[in-house]
T-cell receptor, first 113, second 112 residues
Framework: NAGVTQTPKFQVLKTGQSMTLQCAQD?????MYWYRQDPGMGLRLIYY???????DKGEVPNGYNVSRLNKREFSLRLESAAPSQTSVYFC????????????FGDGTRLSIL | LAKTTQPISMDSYEGQEVNITCSHN???????ITWYQQFPSQGPRFIIQ???TKVTNEVASLFIPADRKSSTLSLPRVSLSDTAVYYCLVAGLDNYGQNFVFGPGTRLSVLP
């Protein structure tokens, strides 16, 4: 049981390049999230998808787009990468309303030169 | 959104009990309190969750006073492997989960 799988684990881009980060879950959870974590800081929400077919902006959505392809998959796209987007990106899932915690992948470490 | 405040860092020695307190003065009636642990190069991992009074599991205890304006995560007899960042979250759970807000957390260092 893989849980939440993120690919790739590491990536180096040049400024202006585009890239899609992939997230897949096998827990049948309704909601999925993308966070970024900068050194010494907590996680900041970029976008989330409450359910299949819906997406909404989080705290820091500028420079990103997302696609909830189906219930299992939620991708994050950087159309024109900037050095300020160098960060570790985490995908998370949540089963839905009720006292259940989020489940996280192990992150994608992205460096933009 | 209920804002949380935690100490930025704490040091402890192996075998000691560690208590990390989180303040959440504007917690709402339907908010739960959840604690996560994060190791380097890993995503946060759920430790414990509670609404009021005391909750205990095989890893930790969570103490919540009657006014719910704070909570304390208690780690009994810590080991070196408990060195991690600990996050306190306060979120209402009758919504679509858009208010899972992570602060900077508490960096716990366990020394031999």
């Amino acid at each position: 049981n893989a849980g939440v799988t993120q690919t790739p684990k590491f990536q180096v881009l040049k400024t202006g390049q585009s890239m899609t980060l992939q997230c897949a879950q096998d827990m049948n959870h309704n909601s999925m999230y993308w966070y970024r974590q900068d050194p010494g800081m907590g996680l900041r929400l970029i976008y989330y998808s409450a359910s299949e077919g819906t997406t909404d902006k989080g705290e820091v959505p500028n420079g990103y787009n997302v696609s909830r392809l189906n219930k299992r998959e939620f991708s994050l796209r950087l159309e024109s990468a900037a050095p300020s987007q160098t960060s570790v990106y985490f995908c998370a899932t949540w089963i839905g309303p009720g006292n259940q915690p989020q489940h996280f992948g192990d992150g994608t470490r992205l460096s933009i030169l | 959104l209920a804002k949380t405040t935690q100490p930025i860092s704490m040091d402890s020695y192996e075998g000691q009990e560690v208590n990390i307190t989180c303040s959440h003065n504007n917690i709402a009636t339907n908010d739960y309190i959840t604690w996560y642990q994060q190791f380097p190069s890993q995503g946060p991992r759920f430790i414990i969750q509670g609404y009021k009074t005391k909750v205990t599991n095989e890893v930790a205890s969570l103490f919540i006073p009657a006014d719910r304006k704070s909570s304390t995560l208690s780690l009994p007899r810590v080991s070196l492997s408990d060195t991690a960042v600990y996050y306190c979250l306060v979120a209402g759970l009758d919504n679509y989960g858009q208010n899972f807000v992570f602060g900077p957390g508490t960096r716990l260092s366990v020394l031999p």
